[in-house]
């Protein structure tokens, strides 16, 4: 029969020995090569078991393989037959019959060993492995040590004989090896070759070093595995330039997220950790902190603020705390000269430094710091401040200057940004300061309504905005609350909102509508939007602004509100029903040329009036409407005190950094009733001046405010007869007392009166000089039926 030697298609060693078996183990092929290695003929060897040619017993749970019709490779010792045993690799692979059962293809190649000798005497392959630029090593089919080369010998610090018969995790135990010893155990597995990259420290080596590593799987022409071929180049040079600029890419989009100096420094002490160093500080001169100009470097010693650590460490200096540094020392004169400088522990300079501070240097000793770098921060030629590079880890190698190279670009970038936050801190400071001058510092006292306000600008990434609210007495003891947002945020946006609180406040001096005065802010917005008063338009281009007024007179009880495509005010009834007032939305401040209008709501006393801005009841996870429902419901748990009041409801809708500006006002209404309040109707007859004098003589001793009685009767003669005299019927007296004694007299005209320096023989014109003088203040508001004039006293104490 033809033996599988002269099969088509194979291609065989002379060491190849090839026999075919039968179900029931027998022999029934033999080959030329198995021949060669056992010195049976074919003749003599078909028809025998192939047990009988065992030197010794299979592998524990080979046969059990067999059984199964699993292929099988492995390490056997074969009977020559000379009686001697033969080393070889065995391959065992099923050949079906048809009936369920298999004969067995076996395959033996002589034992590796005898290839090493007779490569051995070949030197040119001998050379080639021991010279290659390659670290080299060959692991049997067991993963083990089998020849290695004498780069691989002096990486591994262990010669041939120490290492043959050894796993990898044999010779060098640590956790950082099982990585390598994994492929190779892989690779015997499936035949295919894979490579890895590790950092390592390899016995024969002070440092670690990182290495790229290819498996490969030794194999046969008949493609039987015989081992495994390990290479391993050493890269570091490499590795550490892509380290370099991996470190760099991680900078850039991790150092500057935000606009705060100490975030900032945090962000460069954690890139640099453990990529650079082991730790990392960063100090900072006291103005950066504060956004301020930081002073010239000076000649003695330095002082500066530890702003950010890494990693946990506890330093000699903790984060707020203060750092001092000698002149001489590698900080002082890296601020002072704007270089970076390495330095290994034990240099003069570095002894000298610690000589001076006992606790540094008892600190570098505890935690075996070894090598240094110390690095300016300057951003656009402002220093800043000095970073801190230190590597603990004895088995790291020293600083170079390749390292202080990428440290100096750390620090630059980082210098940038710390240099913008530092700018953005003065900007954000001076706007804090400017819009807290522009909002109120007090509610001035009044009888109209409680009020308790809150106020929360915005998260420091956008910046504060122009948000503000204002609550202005009016005469006759009304009251206007304000509140508006100007569009955007910085420090333009605080000017405007200032500009308009304050026009505001000039327009209600004049007692306009809540619709008459939105339309003369309009025109003010429109004026500002346009900036003709600076002959540029820069700082206001494009200005827009929201505003809601309302005017309450707690004598009537009455509400005028007119909105400039502000959000409604929300309104809670002494029964605790909560709804907000429909009001015709008018267009936002800017656009010009539109008409507002005000509606009239009478409020039982006690209600609740809620003002508010955008930034309450929008957020970035919540629209509008979801945030007017949360704002109802805040409002329906309302508390006894208006202050706990705010806070509830900043607790339900707010976060701890809300993302936009907040104005928050609720006004509890009060009400004047009958005994706080006289009127009288008075015929357009100057004979009834005097009666009119009598009857709030007489109002006034009712009220126990006899001391006012002079002054009022000259208040109320003076203003009677002029609307007697001057004006039209119907007349009106109406004294209010609150916390000041008003005096009103109403007409039928819309005349203003002037007031004027009568000259010396005038007969008349002194009359409402004598007013203002001995009144605290007076003056004229419009009605829709004429006018009213009207004075107020303080009460006596």
């Not at 037959?81 to 369920?100: F, H, I, K, M, W």
Request: charged share 25%; proline share 7%; glycine share 8%.
């Amino acid at each position: 029969m033809d033996t599988p030697a002269s099969m088509p298609g194979d291609s065989l060693t002379p060491a190849a020995a090839l026999a075919v078996a039968a179900p029931d183990g027998m022999l029934t092929g033999w080959s030329t090569g198995a021949e060669q290695l056992l010195g049976y003929s074919a003749g003599e060897a078909v028809g025998r078991l192939a047990t009988a040619l065992l030197a010794s017993p299979l592998p524990a749970g080979v046969r059990e393989r067999f059984d199964r019709q699993e292929d099988w490779t492995g390490h056997v010792a074969l009977r020559h037959r000379d009686g001697s045993a033969v080393e070889c690799q065995l391959r065992a692979r099923p050949l079906p019959t048809g009936d369920g059962r298999a004969g067995w293809l076996l395959e033996g190649i002589r034992g590796i060993q005898g290839q090493e000798e007779n490569r051995d005497t070949d030197p040119l392959l001998r050379w080639s492995f021991d010279q290659s630029p390659f670290a080299l090593a060959i692991y049997d089919t067991e993963g083990r040590f089998l020849r290695v080369n004498a780069r691989m010998t002096k990486q591994l610090a262990a010669t041939e004989r120490d290492l043959r018969g050894l796993r990898i995790t044999e010779h060098m135990p640590d956790p950082a090896f099982r990585a390598p010893e994994r492929s190779v155990d892989r690779v015997l597995r499936t035949g295919e070759p894979e490579h890895i990259e590790n950092y390592v420290k390899v016995p024969g080596e002070p440092q670690a070093h990182a290495w790229i590593i290819h498996f490969t799987p030794i194999e046969d022409s008949l493609g039987l595995l015989h081992g495994v071929q390990v290479a391993a180049l050493d890269f570091s040079e490499q590795y550490a330039a892509r380290e370099r600029l991996a470190l760099l890419d991680k900078a850039s989009r991790r150092i500057g997220s935000s606009l705060d100096v100490a975030r900032t420094a945090q962000e460069l002490a954690d890139v640099a950790v453990p990529d650079l160093a082991d730790f990392v500080s960063v100090d900072l001169l006291d103005a950066v902190l504060h956004g301020d100009e930081p002073p010239p470097v000076p000649d003695g010693p330095l002082v500066l603020r530890r702003v950010a650590t890494r990693p946990g460490v506890k330093a000699v200096v903790a984060v707020g705390e203060l750092s001092r540094y000698p002149e001489f020392s590698p900080v002082a004169r890296s601020l002072a000269t704007g270089r970076g400088t390495v330095h290994q522990v034990g240099e003069p300079e570095i002894t000298r430094w610690l000589a001076h501070d006992p606790v540094r240097t008892a600190w570098m000793s505890r935690h075996r710091a070894h090598s240094l770098m110390v690095v300016p921060l300057r951003g656009r030629g402002t220093n800043l401040g000095v970073v801190f590079f230190a590597r603990l880890d004895p088995s790291a190698a020293p600083y170079e200057q390749a390292d202080l190279q990428i440290a100096k670009e750390l620090a630059a970038r980082a210098a940038v940004c710390l240099d913008n936050a530092r700018r953005y801190t003065r900007e954000h400071t001076t706007t804090l300061a400017l819009q807290h001058s522009l909002l109120p510092q007090g509610v001035t006292q009044q009888a109209a309504v409680d009020v308790a306000s809150r106020y929360l600008p915005a998260d420091s990434k956008v910046g504060v905005g122009g948000d503000w609210f204002d609550v202005i007495p009016l005469s006759g003891a009304r009251v206007a609350l304000v509140v508006g947002d100007v569009v955007g945020h910085g420090i333009h946006a605080s000017a405007a909102m200032g500009r308009l609180r304050t026009a505001v406040r000039a327009l209600a001096d004049v007692d306009l509508a809540p619709d008459e005065l939105l339309a003369h802010l309009d025109d003010l917005v429109v004026r500002l939007s346009s900036g003709p008063e600076s002959g540029t338009g820069a700082p206001y281009g494009e200005l827009g602004a929201t505003c809601l007024y309302a005017v309450y007179d707690p004598i009537s009880r009455k509400c005028s509100l007119a909105s400039a495509g502000h959000l409604w005010p929300a309104l809670v009834t002494p029964d605790g029903t909560v709804d907000f007032l429909e009001l015709p939305t008018g267009p936002p401040l800017g656009l010009g040329g539109l008409p507002f209008e005000a509606v009239e709501r009478e409020l039982p006393e006690g209600s609740l009036l809620t003002l508010y801005t955008d930034g309450l009841v929008e957020a970035q996870n919540r629209d509008v409407n979801a945030g007017l429902h949360a704002l109802r419901t805040a409002l329906a748990d309302t508390a006894p005190s208006l202050e706990t009041t705010c806070d509830r409801v900043l607790d339900a809708l707010l976060g701890e950094r809300p993302a936009d500006d907040v104005a928050l006002l609720i006004a509890r209404t009060r009400a004047l009733d009958n005994g706080h309040v006289a009127v009288w109707d008075l015929p357009a007859d100057p004979a009834f001046v005097a009666e009119a004098r009598s009857k709030a003589t007489a109002q006034l001793h009712a009220w126990g405010l006899d001391d006012l009685a002079y002054v009022t009767e000259l208040v109320v003669s003076e203003l009677v007869t002029n609307a007697i005299r001057y004006a039209a019927a119907p007349v009106q007296l109406r004294l209010i007392k609150e916390r000041t004694l008003i005096c009103e007299v109403s007409d039928a005209s819309s005349t203003a009166p002037h007031l004027r320096r009568a000259r010396i023989f005038d007969e008349g014109g002194r009359g409402l000089m004598l007013v203002a003088q001995l009144t605290e203040r007076w003056g004229m508001r419009h009605t829709g039926t004429g006018k009213i004039i009207w004075a107020e006293q303080p009460l006596p104490e």
